[in-house]
T-cell receptor
Framework: QKEVEQDPGPLSVPEGAIVSLNCTYS??????FMWYRQYSRKGPELLMYTYSSGNKEDGRFTAQVDKSSKYISLFIRDSQPSDSATYLCAMSARDDKIIFGKGTRLHILP | SAVISQKPSRDICQRGTSLTIQCQVD?????MFWYRQQPGQSLTLIATANQGSEATYESGFVIDKFPISRPNLTFSTLTVSNMSPEDSSIYLCSAPPLAGATDTQYFGPGTRLTVL
């Protein structure tokens, strides 16, 4: 089993819909959880950062971490065509390297 | 947050040659990281570059193939040596937002390398 699993998509949703992206992981030592957005031909951009379990909201984005299920989610409300990108989950244990998912390609259809 | 720039943004190289990629951070950071991103794959850490010491390489990556320099707290280079088509990839450098922070990273725009 890979340390981090992420469905590569592509995921296509109509503009205005709520988008749900998620990752599962196997390492119970992970404490830091991140979501990156990567536009085509650009470097990954940090979107959300969460420590341990719980929810974090930033504008239209909400990150959820469920450590008991080893499952993290990113929700995008009122999705826009500009949200079309690849979304990578990432996580790490304390003082350890960051492990990335393969990324989910998201298309928001106007 | 750190602003990170990379040069070149892309290059097309011949088999057997070497390419040096530069990474500049707008603030002083203790650690810088080099990643490879192949199509359809997750980001793979190549090595961690600490200023004043030799880089630490991940399993599967060796110094002879990917020599790294870290001459000061804002700059690093990665050389891809004796290139083959399998080295075609995007190479990214990253750094934590604060000196000493280890729990997240910001990325440069990447260098897209094609080896013929």
């Amino acid at each position: 089993q890979k340390e981090v699993e992420q469905d590569p998509g592509p995921l296509s949703v109509p503009e205005g819909a709520i988008v749900s992206l998620n990752c599962t992981y196997s390492n119970s030592a992970f404490q830091y959880f991140m979501w990156y957005r990567q536009y085509s031909r650009k470097g990954p951009e940090l979107l959300m950062y969460t420590y341990s379990s719980g929810n974090k909201e930033d504008g239209r984005f909400t990150a959820q971490v469920d450590k008991s299920s080893k499952y993290i989610s990113l929700f995008i409300r009122d999705s826009q065509p500009s949200d079309s990108a690849t979304y990578l989950c990432a996580m790490s244990a304390r003082d350890d390297k960051i492990i990335f998912g393969k990324g989910t390609r998201l298309h928001i259809l106007p | 947050s750190a602003v990170i720039s990379q040069k070149p943004s892309r290059d097309i190289c011949q088999r057997g040659t070497s390419l040096t990629i530069q990474c500049q951070v707008d603030s002083q950071v203790t650690m810088m990281f080099w990643y490879r991103q192949q199509p359809g794959q997750s980001l793979t850490l190549i090595a961690t570059a600490n200023q004043g010491s030799e880089a630490t390489y991940e399993s599967g990556f060796v110094i002879d193939k990917f020599p790294i320099s870290r001459p000061n707290l804002t700059f690093s280079t990665l050389t891809v040596s004796n290139m083959s088509p399998e080295d075609s990839s995007i190479y990214l450098c990253s750094a934590p937002p604060l000196a000493g922070a280890t729990d997240t990273q910001y990325f440069g725009p990447g260098t897209r390398l094609t080896v013929l």
